[in-house]
């Protein structure tokens, strides 16, 4: 199939699908709504700060295999950063003790039999009487298997599960949670190594595959907002935007790489998940008296444990904070969001009374769904009853979390399903 292909939606989705498309003779056009590409991985200038701000904080691991081709392909896989060992530092801010859970696997996780690998006093009985989540049935959460008062729960089945999932484990899917258990913790080769963008997540992961898809003839249109599709006898007919009209002819693809909520407007009748989760970031800009600062073992980041903050990055003069599953806090204002978060800094750091810097917070609001049992039945295939639309994005069933390895996928399986028509 070598004629237009319209991908709506500049995201990870939407630009992995175009990656993976581009091929001689086939004309790609990407349209997006804003004035920025990468949905939730972008970066932005910000001039309180006077520097380049993400988004948001990014953990990618080794197992995320479509991730690292996306990157191999755009010719950016040297734009990632890493520590040298594979380790995930912890601080319990209410007991003031630190570890290091080091999760190096070959095969078997070989790892959690040596007590320096796990989370300070957990042995390894505690892990395999946890393991009884890996039978979990279909509407099971995270918490009703695990024993919520246990040590374990609170230092490593709790942070992990709301870190992979932005769900609190009292609704998140323990079956879910499985399937990426066993994709990380059985796999060689040091799947469970972290990684995060070195300059920003627009350089990394955004701006190179923007580079190559133009310069291999395809277009990116932005401020282009789709506000509906005119359909005939089962095919896309037309596509209005807020200030256009494209049509589309039947041997022609449309791919809705968007959210949920906008592709359910979009396409009539479609289900889709519908309870959402916030992530909230804090931004604090460090000065000269924040030079206690440093991250174990010249980590780029580090996780608490005991507080309302889960994980702590830094970036040269940057502390970027990340809350995930953060509803709870969408009551409180800034300024008292800022306060409660710069409390469990110093906790974590030992900062005294030292005065909070000056700070800029972002909240994503609908991050992701809330991957619990009943709404990850509510994801759809990628195929729609539409001839000539495909759906992509985080919270298509590709089988994964709503992660940045979800949305690569899901544009991969679309660009797959149409290189072999």
Known sequence: MNKSIHIIGTGLAGLSCAINLQKKNRKITLYEASSLCGGRCRSYKEKDFNCLLDNGNHLIIKAYKNTFNYLNKIKANKELLSNKKTFYPFVDIKKTEEWSVK?????????LLIN?????????MDFIKSFKILFAKKNETVSQLLEKKSLIYKRFWKPFTIAVLNTHPDEASARLLTKVIIKTLFLKNDPLKPFVAKKSLSDSLINPAIKKILNEGGQIKCNKRLKKIIFENNFADEMIFNNEKVRIAKDEF???AVTPNVASKILPNLKVPKKTNCILNIHFKLNKKHKKIKLPENSFFVGVINGTVDWIFKKKNILSI??????YLNKFDNNKISEIVWSDVKKTFNLGNIEKPKYKIIREKMATFVQSPKEIYKKPKMHTKYKNICLAGDWIDTGLPATIEGAITSGYNVANYINKI
Do not use: D
């Open 103 to 111: 999760p190096y696997s070959f095969i078997l996780p070989w790892w």
């Open 116 to 124: 320096s690998h796990r989370p300070a006093k957990i042995s390894f």
């Open 254 to 256: 449309v791919v809705l």
């Open 322 to 327: 990340t809350i995930s599953a953060a509803n």
